[in-house]
């Protein structure tokens, strides 16, 4: 809980320095000027979202059957992003390694990794 906590505000600062940006416009060289954390609070608070996007409307007024189907897909191999975050921060390391990547916005760039994790 702590570890949330912290991510959040760790995040909450980072986004308030880039008030001029919105989360979509965010790219490689905003993840080159994040520490480590801060990247782990990026992608946690990316998957985490993700994972809360595959449920159905009809499970969000019901928080006991939301956390049984979110329980469900990931238990089940069924999440779109099934792998841990530390996996995925360290990936785009690799993939904003390369400069013709970097102004690739985050999002994409964490789809072309999972796509490369899961061939």
Do not use: C
Request: charged share 20%; hydrophobic share 40%.
């Amino acid at each position: 809980m702590l570890g949330l906590i912290a991510g959040s505000l760790i995040t909450a600062g980072f986004m308030s320095a880039r008030q001029d940006r919105s989360w979509f416009d965010l790219d490689g060289r905003d993840w080159g000027t994040m520490d480590a954390p801060q990247r782990v609070a990026w992608t946690q608070g990316f998957l985490a979202g993700r994972a809360v996007g595959q449920l159905p409307d009809s499970v969000a007024r019901d928080t006991l059957l939301f956390a049984t189907v979110l329980s469900s897909l990931k238990r089940e191999g069924g999440l779109v992003f099934p792998y841990a975050p530390s996996l995925y921060v360290s990936r785009m390391g690799d993939y904003y390694y390369w400069e013709n990547h970097r102004p690739h916005p985050l999002w994409r760039a964490m789809l072309d990794v999972n796509g490369e994790l899961k061939r």
